[in-house]
């Protein structure tokens, strides 16, 4: 192994001349930015075939190799694993999070080969995605199932979206380039790749960050730097992130989010193979096979729209109370808000909650109490939400204790 400059920043890059400060805007807690909003251990460590020799760095150098990385042509293989320590409850947590998703209808009246809703089963277990891109115009992303396959395609001005297991597609206009210029066609909030989830965990030192290079790595057969993030705060259920960063062009080729409860990670994903030549054109071509159902995006929103136009209102209201406050900083950023018309959670005693859906509420919820009075916190191994019974709610990637605390001095 290499010996690296692995002395550590804690966000005093932030008082270094303009060039040194447009790199270390890049570092800020993935959980904090809500990836784990979304939103991923597969391998126990990030080294695949020895730890390669290479050039000395600093941990400033390697987030400016990140940051200037301009890479816009590769396809490749990614297994991605996310471990949030969810009961499965015999698969009831899968159907209560994949209907949030659909809309609380279960998908009836829509396609099954909706990104939203498709993607969000990339939160919990192990996948295997093949990916390729040509530029902010040409994206796909296929997620491999034993049985089936589920396609995401991005080119110029169409998104296609097939489920093979349904036999269903997905159609929206692109309208030009993806969002943000992603180089991928999945949904925005929906990171898919390592570089996805490092451009989430790299955005802004504040002063709670330590960050260093800690040697190196061989990942998907290249040779790679291992960066290191670690909150300086106490509270944060973030242990680690560690980022391997291609020595040669700087994209990430894998990210690891290591809860600070220990056990395996709670998110990680990396390639298995990667090139970085111009994929063929027939990677983004598409046409939806003969007796497949076809969705027009502009006709499910439309059905959606009639069906949740009551709640959406109720939610405008709510937001017209006040934009959610956010406590703290760093690792530590609590979001403080009001559920809409100060609605609690049901109690055991409620005639209207499904013994299924109240055995899974109490399967996740710890019952608190402090001078805020009491209420439920729901807790996962990375995101924690305290929901107290006068309908206040606050969520961060903290423990169960800075949650009270943060709800008692509010």
């Known amino acids: 192994m290499a010996p690296n400059d692995s002395a550590e920043t804690n966000g005093t890059a932030a008082r270094r001349p303009a060039g040194r400060r447009k790199a270390a805007r890049y570092i800020v807690p993935v959980a904090v930015a809500g990836v784990a909003a979304a939103t991923i251990g597969l391998v126990p460590a990030l080294a695949s075939s020895g730890d390669p020799d290479l050039p000395k760095i600093t941990a400033q150098e390697l987030i400016e190799k990140i940051a200037a990385s301009d890479t816009e042509q590769f396809s490749g293989t990614v297994k991605i694993s996310t471990d949030l320590g969810i009961p499965s ?61 589920y396609s995401l395609i991005h080119n110029g001005d169409d998104v296609w979206a097939y489920d093979s297991g349904s036999n269903e597609v997905y159609h929206a206009d692109g309208k030009g380039k993806a969002p943000h ?7 925005e909030g929906v990171p898919t790749t390592p570089k996805a989830l490092a451009e ?13 290079v800690d040697g190196t790595a061989r990942v998907a057969g290249r040779d790679a730097y291992r960066l290191v993030l670690k909150p300086e705060q106490k509270g944060s259920t973030v242990g680690s992130i560690t980022v391997a960063v291609d020595a040669k062009n700087g994209v990430p080729l ?110 996740l919820g710890d019952k608190v109490s402090g001078k805020f009075g009491s209420g439920t916190v729901f807790k996962t191994r990375l995101i924690n939400a305290l929901m107290t019974d006068d309908g206040r709610v606050y969520v961060g990637a903290v423990t169960k204790d800075a949650l009270v605390a943060a709800a008692n001095a509010g």
């Open 89 to 149: 409850m015999g698969g009831l947590a899968g159907s209560f999070l994949s209907g949030a998703a659909e809309g609380g209808d279960g998908g009836k009246g829509g396609s099954s080969a909706d990104p939203q809703s498709k993607l969000t089963e990339l939160a919990s277990g192990t996948h295997t995605l093949r990916v390729a891109a040509d530029g902010p115009d040409k994206q796909r992303l296929s997620v491999l199932d034993q049985a089936s396959e």
């Open 181 to 187: 210029g992603k180089e991928q066609a999945a949904p």
């Open 200 to 212: 989430e965990a790299l955005k802004a030192a504040d002063g709670t960050t330590s960050v260093s």
């Open 254 to 363: 894998k990210f690891t989010l290591q809860p600070s409860s220990g056990g395996k990670a709670v998110v990680d994903a990396g390639f298995t193979s990667v090139d970085f030549g111009k994929p063929a054109a027939s990677s983004f071509a598409f046409t939806p096979p003969k007796g497949a159902k076809v969705t027009e995006a502009d006709d499910a929103k439309a059905e959606g729209h009639e069906k949740s136009r009551g709640d959406l209102g109720k939610f405008k209201a709510a937001e017209g109370e006040g934009a959610p406050k956010i406590i703290g900083k760093g690792w530590n950023s609590i979001a403080e808000f009001k559920t809409p018309g100060g609605a609690a959670l049901p109690s055991k005693a409620s005639k209207d909650v499904p013994a299924e859906a109240q055995q899974f509420l109490d399967a």
